[in-house]
């Protein structure tokens, strides 16, 4: 099976797959973004993705959202992986703290370790990046005194330098992963599903329309454990749903 990620090796999507997939043997692909994992099972190229759907300090992945619902129309969700994040904070080679100009990172684990950023390292520029395993690559070959956050599976893969680790805000940090397959795959195993929605465009503009909508589920005993809203890009003021 043709799985496609969000790469470079050592993101901690990279540590989701090899968790999920146990002992199984795959083809692994990595790719640049959330959009280009995604957009490989719409293409046939993958048969399956895996990213990033909700992290339990910073909320949901709004890249992933939008792409499967503005970029890939023929794509389904059918799996999910939690895995715990641990965030170290990386260097091409020891050194001290207060050394450091600046802390590069995926968007994502910077916010994820504001707290750490801001009392431990209060004079460095923090700076963004394609992913964890891209920031750790580029600190690896910097020969200033840069920093990333990452995971430690980067740090060995790039011979780079763990200077603390568990770093993250707070100690119970989850991401959940979502796997995509193409449309009308169904999801294996026999636990019960979590069937995720994207609506939008209640009718017209008026108290109660959203309420109305949810009574959908409330009157079939269908609960929800998961709701929020994204700009619709189509004006101010208009958005979409999404729901589990």
């Known amino acids: 099976m043709r799985v496609a990620y969000l790469g470079p090796r050592g993101t901690f999507t990279e540590d989701a797959l090899r968790e999920a997939i146990g002992g199984e043997e795959v083809e692994a692909q990595p790719k640049p973004s959330v959009y280009d ?7 046939g190229e993958a048969d399956r993705a895996l990213v990033p ?4 300090i ?4 709004s890249a992933t959202l939008d792409t499967l619902a503005f970029d890939a129309q023929g794509v389904t969700i059918v799996g999910e992986h939690d895995l715990p994040i641990r965030h ?3 260097a091409r080679e020891p050194i001290p703290l207060e050394r450091i100009e600046v802390v590069l990172s995926h968007p994502q684990a910077s916010a994820q370790c504001a707290r750490f950023i801001r009392e431990n390292l209060p004079a460095a520029e923090v700076r963004a990046a394609a992913s964890t395993a891209d920031a750790v ?5 910097h020969e200033g005194n840069w920093a990333a956050l990452g995971a430690a599976s980067a740090a060995s893969l ?12 707070e100690p119970d940090n989850v991401t959940r992963f979502v796997w995509v397959a193409p449309a009308g795959t169904r999801a294996e195993g026999d ?5 995720s929605l994207v609506f939008a465009e209640l009718g017209d503009d008026r108290p109660g329309a959203l309420v109305d909508a949810l009574q959908a589920f409330s009157v079939r005993g269908v609960n929800l454990t998961r709701i929020e809203s994204r700009p619709l890009r189509r004006g101010l003021g ?6 589990d």
């Open 37 to 43: 994992a995604i957009i490989a099972v719409q293409s």
């Open 53 to 56: 759907f909700e992290n339990s």
């Open 58 to 61: 910073e909320g949901s992945v």
């Open 88 to 90: 170290c904070l990386i």
């Open 137 to 141: 690559r580029r600190v690896s070959e």
């Open 158 to 169: 790039y011979g780079a330098a763990v200077l603390r680790d568990g770093i993250e805000d």
């Open 191 to 195: 636990e019960p599903w979590r069937t």
């Open 238 to 243: 208009r958005y979409m749903f999404f729901c």
